[in-house]
């Protein structure tokens, strides 16, 4: 195959295709897969930039399905000073039969972004008490945002409590919330202590290496999204966090055996905390979730790459489906 076969898609094209409800069902049946044992992932590639930047590699391929993708995303803090995007990057898309390259979606960490969220909202769906109503918030980027557009899908939140460090980024995600749906009641709390001891639902979308939570905050019937520690140094939860929980899932034993506070608990102490299972068991009915409201339950996220294939593979539907009308 030629290079000019090789379609190129540009961020704005493939924000219009997908969002975050889009791939909700594609990214569940990625997840089931994985844990099925019917596809192909590859280690998490980290490379460190200079300023505290950051490159993700990661691979990926579904059984049966007719792409596999590369991704690439980048995250370099030190562009925000001139006023440039922090995060960008592409995913390369080949077809899994013959192996050659069809299409370049240069999403700007997009896809990584909603497919990352997407995990946030099943894990609050399978997890957290169905009356929930008071999602709080550790973290104000984009991930942040959309985390919190993303749990809004599953449950009828009415009132957001978030906690930054910058008041000024942290009034900036407050007002971008009311914009989208200004009927939440969204407000900024003092410190991460009070955002974990009132809220039901709990997501950490940090890139702290200092510990922001700890068990003995975690109350009765509270559900927590880890999904900011996804490398071998960061951290949110304190070990007490995770001993305290009554159940433990992640998106990927595999991974979390290498990254965020998982690993560091088994590096630390020397003994692997006990893990449920894994997401996808769960979506499967395999294992049980949440079997009574008081229960603390944890879902810890790293990232796998098949998830970025359907993904991808969403894009690429809709941009077939608009060929085969000739609307594209």
């Not at 925000?80 to 995007?85: D, L, P, V």
């Not at 200004?182 to 639902?201: G, H």
């Not at 590096?267 to 299972?277: A, W």
Request: net charge neutral.
């Amino acid at each position: 195959m030629s290079a000019s076969n090789i379609r190129v898609i540009g961020y704005e094209e493939i924000r219009c295709l997908v969002g975050i409800a889009d791939i909700l069902e594609p990214v569940k049946e990625s997840l089931v897969a994985y844990s099925a044992g019917h596809t192909s992932a590859s280690q998490i590639g980290l490379l460190a930039l200079p300023d505290n930047g950051e490159v993700h590699i990661k691979s990926g391929y579904l059984k049966a399905r007719p792409y596999f993708v590369t991704k690439v995303a980048t995250m370099c803090p030190v562009n925000r000073a001139s006023g440039r995007h922090t995060s960008d990057g592409l995913v390369a898309v080949f077809d899994a039969k013959s192996g050659y390259p069809v299409a370049v979606l240069h999403d700007r960490k997009y896809l990584t972004d909603i497919r990352t969220a997407a995990v946030g909202a099943i894990a609050a769906e399978y997890l957290s008490r169905k009356d929930s109503t008071v999602l709080g918030i550790l973290g104000t980027g984009g991930q942040a945002f959309l985390q919190t557009m993303a749990v809004l899908l599953v449950r009828s939140i009415t009132d957001v409590v978030v906690y930054g460090r910058d008041r000024d980024r942290t009034q900036a995600f407050i007002d971008r919330i009311l914009r989208e749906v200004p009927s939440l009641r969204v407000r900024r709390a003092k410190s991460p202590q009070e955002v974990t001891m009132e809220v039901d639902i709990l997501v950490t979308v940090t890139a702290s290496t200092d510990v922001l939570v700890k068990g003995a905050w975690l109350n009765a019937g509270l559900h927590v999204t880890a999904a900011g520690a996804d490398d071998e140094h960061k951290q949110e939860l304190d070990f007490d966090s995770i001993e305290r929980a009554d159940l433990r899932f992640v998106d990927s034993k595999t991974l979390c055996e290498r990254y965020g506070e998982l690993a560091l608990y088994t590096k630390t102490k020397g003994v692997s905390p006990p893990v449920n299972g894994e997401l996808g068991e769960l979506i499967s009915g395999k294992l049980q979730g949440r079997s009574s409201r008081d229960q603390i339950t944890l879902s810890k996220h790293v990232g796998i790459g098949v998830e970025d294939v359907v993904a991808a593979e969403a894009v690429m539907k809709i941009l077939q489906r608009y060929a085969e009308l000739d609307l594209g």
